[in-house]
């Protein structure tokens, strides 16, 4: 164990130590949420006269979901860091390393949590900037990057798993695509469940989307339900270390491909 925690930590060192060489890639993963926030923040922002969202604006509700929408389509990518290693032999050569499987892939979700971490924090306030609101203090601020982490590790996971499958990147990006964007309207990322039809708000509430949503946006209000927040990290928690276990164990698909 304590040899890979050893191996997970010199990994995780070595991608972030990639990333403060590329700053211009948090630049530009940064654009797209703030489109987000100016484009849809004006363009849905009367639908709060609608019953359901209450006194807040829909820049305090939508903030937290661009947060949540972020680290999902962030961690979509992450496969992306695989594929490149593999067409450059780099992950033939840590396999036949004494480095274990399981230190490859949390070196790998450690590295995707520390850039999801910035995003959320940057996303928030740039939310509070123009106009979003949050009752939640510090703690609530921590919630919301915590639930981002948890989902963020549960599609890292899950596109690492796909890149050591197919091996190529066209195909981990159109199935990547082929996801993330219909978990994002089968949630409450935009709409409070009491605006969705029926069918959309049952599939909701399985929706790990959905879950670090309403776990966000509770710890952010005024008198949060712990209990709500709880059982939805809890969730994103179970989720995130499944993902991560059948993950590594794409590797032997990847190691009998070779």
């Known amino acids: ?21 590329q700053p211009a890639y948090l630049a530009f993963s940064l ?25 807040a604006s829909y820049m305090t509700y ?17 496969g992306t860091g695989f594929i490149v290693a593999m067409d450059r032999g780099v992950m033939d050569r840590d396999l036949t390393s004494p480095v274990g499987r399981s230190a490859l892939m949390l070196s790998s979700l450690a ?8 995003q959320s924090l940057i996303v928030l306030t740039a939310g509070v ?37 197919v091996r190529q990147e066209e195909a981990l990006i159109g ?11 089968l949630s409450s990322v935009m709409l409070p469940a009491a605006l969705m039809p029926d069918w959309v708000a049952t599939v909701a509430r399985l929706n790990p989307v959905d879950w670090a949503v309403v776990a ?3 710890a952010l209000s005024a008198g949060p339900d712990w209990s709500v927040v709880g059982g939805r990290l809890a969730l994103l928690l179970v989720v995130a270390a499944v993902m991560s276990w059948l993950a ?3 590797f032997r698909a990847y190691q009998r491909s070779v």
């Not at 040899?3 to 060192?13: A, G, I």
């Not at 949420?33 to 609608?50: A, I, K, S």
């Not at 939508?62 to 992450?78: E, I, N």
């Not at 199935?175 to 309207?185: A, D, E, R, V, Y």
């Open 1 to 21: 164990m304590t040899t890979m925690l050893v191996h997970t930590e010199l990994l995780t060192r070595r991608s972030l130590r990639n990333l403060v060489r």
């Open 129 to 165: 900037v123009v106009g979003a609101r949050f009752e939640g203090g510090p703690l609530g601020w921590l919630v919301v990057v915590v639930a981002a982490v948890l989902l963020g590790s549960v599609f890292a996971a899950l596109s690492n798993a796909v890149a050591l499958l």
């Open 62 to 78: 939508l903030t937290p979901g661009v947060v949540v929408m972020t680290a999902m389509f962030s961690a979509g990518w992450a």
């Open 175 to 185: 199935i990547s695509q082929f996801l993330t964007l219909p978990l994002t309207f």
């Open 248 to 250: 590594t164990r794409a």
């Open 31 to 55: 654009i797209q949420p703030l489109v987000w926030l100016l484009l849809f923040g004006q363009l849905f922002r009367n639908v709060v006269e609608l019953p359901g969202f209450g006194d």
């Open 216 to 218: 966000s946006r509770e």
């Open 111 to 118: 590295s995707q949590a520390v850039t999801i971490a910035l």
